[in-house]
């Protein structure tokens, strides 16, 4: 059985940090790309990270970029998702998801990813 294994969500506050950890079970992540989505209250599931398979190429949604950084360790089949500078509008949960496809070039879109994780937690307020 293929699955996502997630951790590291929770209550911060404004302007805190908290880093999101992803992990592979029953294969192997090397060969998939890595996205992170979020889905606050009410709203639709949006993508806002990517990774490529070998990490050499990562994409960002206006929303994180230059506060969240996405990374990942093949030897250990896992991906993350740092997070610093949180807002409260940061505040959803938090899923990671994987495609055979090399498809961040789109923007981390959710009809692209077949494999995904249970879904965290993440609330950033005081």
């Known amino acids: 059985q293929l699955q996502l294994v997630e951790s590291g969500g929770g209550l911060v506050q404004p302007g805190g940090s908290l880093r999101l950890s992803c992990a592979a079970a029953?294969?192997?992540?090397?060969?998939?790309?890595i996205g992170w989505f979020r889905q606050a209250p009410g709203k639709e599931r949006e993508g806002i990270s990517c990774?490529?398979?070998?990490?050499?190429?990562?994409i960002y949604t206006d929303a994180v970029k230059d506060r969240f950084t996405i990374s990942r360790d093949n030897t250990k089949d896992a991906g993350y998702l740092e997070m610093h500078s949180l807002k409260s509008e940061d505040t959803g949960v938090y899923y990671c998801?994987?495609?055979?496809?090399?498809?961040?070039?789109?923007?981390?879109?959710?009809?692209?990813?077949?494999?995904w994780g249970q879904g965290m937690q993440v609330t950033v307020s005081s």
């Open positions: 998801a994987v495609s055979p496809g090399e498809v961040c070039f789109r923007g981390p879109k959710v009809e692209d990813f077949n494999i």
């Open positions: 029953g294969f192997s992540l090397d060969l998939y790309v």
């Open positions: 990774i490529s398979h070998n990490g050499f190429r990562t």
